[in-house]
């Protein structure tokens, strides 16, 4: 019979919290990357808003407007967001809902980039956004 010794105990409640803490800390970067992306918004920062995308998301803003990325973003009709209200995340996607906006985000390599903007949910349906990747 295998005695559980507080050494074992200790480490499998390190590992647990590792865990939690590693989702939270993805939460708080989705967050964050939210939050940048608001304040890019308001200032009208059209470089620094199209940094912020996902490359897709990039490549279909300037498809629907036929222009750059920096002048077809700050034509669109995005919500200032406001506060962060909540942030959800799912392996490498994240929601992030907004005092008046929600948010969807994918982690890639060189951190959380903005995959759909300006999201109002609809009942039964997906949500309905103003900016999103194809």
Known sequence: MRRITPLTVLCALGLALT???GEGERAAGASAAA??????????DG????AALAPETRSEVEQSEQKECAEAITAQDLPEG?????????????RVVLEGDTLF??????GWKVVAAGCTPRPERPYDCVVEGG
């Open 35 to 44: 939050t940048a992306f608001e304040e890019l918004l308001r200032s009208e």
């Open 105 to 110: 985000l994918s982690r890639f390599p060189d």
């Open 47 to 50: 470089t620094g808003l199209c």
């Open 19 to 21: 865990g939690c803490l």
């Open 82 to 94: 406001g506060d962060v209200r909540s942030a959800e995340v799912y392996g490498r996607q994240a």
